[in-house]
């Protein structure tokens, strides 16, 4: 079973960027897609950006399009989100997510492991 752990949040300006991680532990992520969530407060959690499980091909929402982007390293087992021009409508929980497919997904129905998630909070 596979566990992950996300770091990187933190509190920051609007305009501003932050790295998160997802490190991975138990079992190889090399064979799967992953993915990341945010939930808002007060909002159902929503789908931000994914990666397949080579790391040549990523998805993003609309919402963070051409602002975040999402890597990995298998070597290191690791996953991260590169947020740039962070807005205040960013502020959320971030989760990590390991999808059962080696493909890219939407739905979060579709991912069987997730991290405790890591608090971003963007201030104007």
């Known amino acids: 079973q596979v566990q992950l752990t996300e770091s990187g949040g933190g509190l920051v300006q609007v305009g501003g960027s932050l790295r998160l991680s997802c490190a991975a532990s138990?079992?190889?992520?090399?064979?799967?897609?992953m993915g990341w969530f945010r939930q808002a407060p007060g909002k159902e959690r929503e789908f931000a950006g994914a990666?397949?499980?080579?790391?040549?091909?990523?998805y993003y929402a609309d919402s963070v399009k051409g602002r975040f982007t999402v890597s990995r390293d298998n070597a290191k087992n690791t996953v991260y989100l590169q947020m740039n021009s962070l807005k205040p409508e960013d502020t959320a929980v971030y989760y990590c997510?390991?999808?059962?497919?080696?493909?890219?997904?939407?739905?979060?129905?579709?991912?069987?492991?997730w991290g405790q998630g890591t608090q971003v909070t963007v201030s104007s």
């Open positions: 990666i397949d499980w080579s790391g040549g091909s990523t």
């Open positions: 138990g079992r190889s992520i090399s064979s799967y897609a």
């Open positions: 997510a390991m999808s059962g497919n080696p493909i890219i997904r939407v739905a979060d129905s579709d991912y069987v492991s």
